[in-house]
């Protein structure tokens, strides 16, 4: 079993910054392909970011890209998103994810561990 926790949500103004952890207990981190994903209110869950187990491959949803940072410390257990330049459309619930298949976002009913997620909220 792995356990993934969120921290590092919170209330932000519009152009500014957070950085979310998602720190893993339990077997081995560097075994997972590590994911963020979003909720808003009243939408889908969608995919953000995920990152290789090495950490060396990225990849980001478009409405992200150059915003967001996804990395990983294999040694800490635990992964991160810095989200910079947010915007009030960015509000939502964060979750993180781990898998040992990089599954597409379409499946991710198949990934292994889900966080409880941490909320963001942008004020205009």
């Known amino acids: 079993q792995v356990q993934l926790v969120e921290s590092g949500g919170g209330l932000v103004q519009a152009g500014g910054s957070l950085r979310l952890s998602c720190t893993a207990s339990?077997?081995?981190?560097?075994?997972?392909?590590m994911k963020w994903f979003r909720r808003a209110p009243g939408k889908e869950r969608e995919f953000v970011a995920s990152?290789?187990?090495?950490?060396?491959?990225?990849y980001y949803a478009d409405f992200v890209k150059g915003r967001y940072t996804i990395s990983r410390d294999n040694a800490k257990n635990t992964v991160y998103l810095q989200m910079n330049s947010l915007k009030p459309e960015d509000t939502a619930v964060y979750y993180c994810?781990?898998?040992?298949?990089?599954?597409?976002?379409?499946?991710?009913?198949?990934?292994?561990?889900w966080g409880q997620g941490t909320q963001v909220t942008v004020s205009s």
């Open positions: 994810a781990a898998t040992t298949v990089d599954y597409n976002p379409i499946e991710s009913y198949k990934y292994d561990y």
């Open positions: 339990g077997r081995t981190f560097s075994w997972y392909i």
């Open positions: 990152i290789s187990k090495s950490g060396i491959n990225t």
